[in-house]
Each structure stands twice: as structure tokens, then as C-alpha cells.
């Protein structure tokens, strides 16, 4: 399978492992603290990179809207996201997660690829800038448009956590959204969309998982 997918995957199931206090506690700017420099490069794209980061969002809050209606269930299927061809087997795959919705998820997971692969096309001189710069520019515009805070450990109420573990598993879902527009080698096309579905499919593991916590708590 093509690099893209397989580091969209490895990105998300690692952050996704990560222990929660660790993620609490965090550089919520990323892998770069150098602001002046940062600050510097993003004017090169702080008008294209906005507009593209708002329709990424519009779209992704559909898709959200869609997994939070289904009953999906990963342990519902045993098939391999890299054995998925094309978009007959996807909608299959989304099927048997018990997405209420199938099509129309497959119709916005692919809509979010060209949104990527346009924003690399028209905006060659972003990807002039260390890759690592990029990755960080467009977290940190997400982060604003999402109002995104990282959390320090601190005594919550069940229904708080939950809320903090449940924004963190869209925070995720970013982090692969960001890795595919800031990676200069990314494959677009079929790969990407792989991609954006194996994010789907951890998001959807991530937030049962924020659900179960929050379950195991109120019955303390």
C-alpha cells in the first residue's frame, strides 16, 4: 500500500495509544516552537490556508454528524483498509461498520481528498518551506478555527473528561487531515482517500473508547 495511507494510519494509532496525561500536558503548537519563523512563513498562505482549513471543517462536521447517527462497530468487520480498491469496496467496508449513511460518507471522504489535492496544487510555494513548518502552520490554523485548548491534569467531573477525551479524538482525526496537506511526497488520489477513511475508522475507536471511560466513571 502507498506510504500516504500507511502513515495517516501509524500517526493516528499512535496518538491514539498515547498515555492521556501525556497528551494533557503537551506543546499544543506541535513540533515547532519557533513562532517568529512560523509566523514568517504563514503569511506565504494565511488567506488560501484559512478558506481551505473552513471547508475541510464543514466537511468533516458532516462526517462527524454521520459516524455520531450510526451504531458502528469496528469489530464488525475484519477487512483490511489496504485491501480496498476502489470505491464499491469502500462503500462495503462503511457498510458493514454499520454507518448510517455509507454513501454519503464515501461521497465526503472523497470530497476531502480533492480539497487536499487542490490546495497542493495552487499553492506550490507553501510546499518551498520544511515540511515539519507546514505541518505545524496548518495545525496551529486549525487549532484556531477548532478553538482548540490543550487540558492540564487536573480533578474533572465525568462529564468533563469525557468532553476533553472526546475532542481529542477529533483533534486526531486533524492530525492525519494536516500530515496529508503538509506532506510534500503525498500520492493523491485513490491512496488519500484510504487515508482519510483509516482516520475515520480510528476516530470511531477513539470515541467508543471516550464513551466507555465515561460509562465506567458514573457507575463509580
Excluded at 23 to 31: D, M, P, R, S
Excluded at 65 to 81: A, F, G, H, P, V
Excluded at 148 to 153: D, L, M, N, V
Excluded at 190 to 196: A, E, P, R
Aim: glycine share 2%; net charge negative.
Amino acid at each position: 500500500m502507498k506510504k500516504t495511507v500507511f502513515i495517516l494510519f501509524a500517526i493516528s494509532f499512535l496518538l491514539l495509544s498515547c498515555d492521556k496525561e501525556n497528551l494533557e500536558t503537551q506543546n499544543t503548537n506541535g513540533v515547532l516552537k519557533d513562532d517568529k519563523r512560523i509566523n514568517n512563513q504563514k503569511r506565504i498562505i494565511d488567506n488560501k490556508l484559512s478558506d481551505f482549513i473552513t471547508e475541510c471543517i464543514a466537511l468533516n462536521n458532516q462526517i462527524l454528524t454521520i459516524l455520531e447517527e450510526s451504531n458502528s462497530d469496528i469489530k464488525s468487520t475484519s477487512q483490511n483498509l489496504d485491501d480496498i480498491k476502489d470505491e464499491a469496496e469502500l462503500l462495503r467496508y462503511f457498510e458493514k461498520l454499520k454507518i448510517s449513511k455509507p454513501d454519503k460518507l464515501v461521497r465526503l471522504t472523497k470530497e476531502l481528498s480533492i480539497q487536499t489535492e487542490i490546495f497542493y496544487q495552487d499553492n506550490k510555494e507553501f510546499y518551498e518551506i520544511p515540511e515539519a513548518d507546514r505541518f505545524e502552520i496548518i495545525m496551529q490554523e486549525i487549532d484556531s478555527q477548532l478553538n482548540y485548548e490543550a487540558h492540564t491534569s487536573a480533578k474533572r467531573t465525568c462529564k468533563e473528561q469525557w468532553a476533553i477525551d472526546d475532542a481529542r479524538c477529533e483533534r486526531t482525526f486533524w492530525i492525519g487531515v494536516s500530515f496529508a496537506a503538509a506532506s510534500g511526497f503525498v500520492s493523491f488520489g485513490w491512496s488519500t482517500v484510504i487515508g482519510y477513511a483509516a482516520v475515520q475508522a480510528n476516530m470511531i475507536v477513539c470515541k467508543a473508547d471516550a464513551n466507555a471511560d465515561y460509562e465506567a466513571c458514573i457507575r463509580k
